[in-house]
């Protein structure tokens, strides 16, 4: 059941826009909504007329939204790991954690699994208040790159389980043929391995992860009438062809705000299509949202939920 919807395209083509209107909407004909900003530029509570914060605040009736403070999910995420590692390695004297966390803060990776534990936490923590979730995004390079985490995460945790598991063995053989080995006084048993254990942990909330993006989210593409706008849709759908998420719909958003010549081709033709008029007078606040009619596109996405039209 596809209950949340992300919001994907090029720098202004509309992202925050468009899932706030849809937002707004669906909370309007009687959802419970979420609304969150995993952009760190944020400007999803100037766009609602709210001050928002890390956690769901309240808009309106049927509308809560936050917007993810992605510095404090960093400094999270390298905290959980440097407790895991402490206790997992507590042996391993000679790794001087606090000259690796300096480093690890800026490695590559980092900022795109701390999205990943706050998409989690609002899974785990927070949907069950909500029917829907809708996610504005950040900018496309760092949208796909945590799209494609758990997919790509999952082959290289696989790989290391195996090598744990031959540790292990190689362990045991030597456990049976010296007993007085020093090797005997460590872990020979997948279940007591706390690096097996830690390994299998890691899989499961990756496979959650995998099926939220799959499965459970309805992924929308914005496009503008223009080609740099096309272009860049066309390389998110490769993409995620590539990392098996289906893209559910194509938004054509500022319909009219230019006369420049622009095709869609036929990658995009088992897409649905969503048309939404460039508004001249301008978006300043709530109220002005209503004038993007999501109708359409709520019904394929409640649709898609199960749930019925709006
Ligand atoms: N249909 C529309 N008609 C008129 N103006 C629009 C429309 N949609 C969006 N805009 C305006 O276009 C600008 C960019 O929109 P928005 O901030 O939603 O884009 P974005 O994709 O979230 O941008 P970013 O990549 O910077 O996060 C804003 O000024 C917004 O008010
Ligand atoms: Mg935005």
């Not at 995993?38 to 944020?42: F, K, Q, S, T, V």
């Not at 923590?125 to 909500?130: A, C, E, P, R, T």
């Given at each position: 059941m596809r209950t949340n919807a992300f919001f994907l395209g090029?720098?202004?083509?509309?992202k925050t826009t468009l899932s706030a209107a849809f937002a707004l909407s669906l909370a309007r004909s009687g959802k419970r909504v979420l609304v969150a900003s995993?952009?760190?530029?944020?400007n999803l509570g100037d766009v609602l007329g709210a001050s928002l914060g890390g956690e769901p605040r309240q808009v309106e009736s049927g509308l809560s939204a936050l917007e993810v403070d992605l510095g404090a999910w960093v400094e999270r995420y390298l905290e959980e790991s440097r407790a895991e590692l402490a206790s997992t390695y507590?042996?391993?004297?000679?790794?001087?954690l606090d000259s690796f966390f300096k480093i690890m803060k800026y490695a590559p990776g980092t900022e795109e699994y701390a999205v990943l534990w706050a998409i989690e936490h609002i899974r785990r923590?927070?949907?069950?208040?909500?029917d829907i979730v809708v996610y504005d995004t950040p900018p496309t390079a760092l949208s796909l790159r945590f799209l494609a985490m758990p997919a790509i995460s999952k082959l290289w945790v696989s790989e290391l389980s195996k090598l744990r598991e031959r540790i292990l063995d190689r362990r045991q053989s030597i456990t049976r043929i010296n007993p007085a080995s020093p090797v005997a006084s460590g872990c020979v048993d997948k279940k007591d391995d706390k690096v097996y254990g830690k390994l299998s942990s890691i899989k499961t909330r990756l496979a959650g992860l995998s099926a939220l993006f799959s499965d459970e989210s309805y992924i929308a593409v914005i496009i503008n009438p223009d080609r740099l706008s096309v272009s860049e849709a066309f390389r998110i759908k490769d993409e995620l062809d590539r990392i098996d998420i289906p893209l559910s719909g194509l938004c054509l958003n500022k319909r009219g705000v230019s006369t420049a010549e622009w095709t869609l081709d036929?990658?995009?033709?088992e897409t649905p299509l969503f048309d939404f008029d460039f508004l001249p007078a301008g978006l300043h606040d709530r109220e002005d949202l209503r004038s993007i009619d999501t109708s359409r596109l709520a019904a394929d996405f409640l649709a898609a939920t199960g749930k019925g039209t709006p």
């Open positions: 090029k720098g202004g083509v509309g995993l952009d760190p530029a944020h507590s042996y391993n004297l000679s790794l001087n923590d927070l949907s069950g208040d909500f036929r990658r995009f033709a």
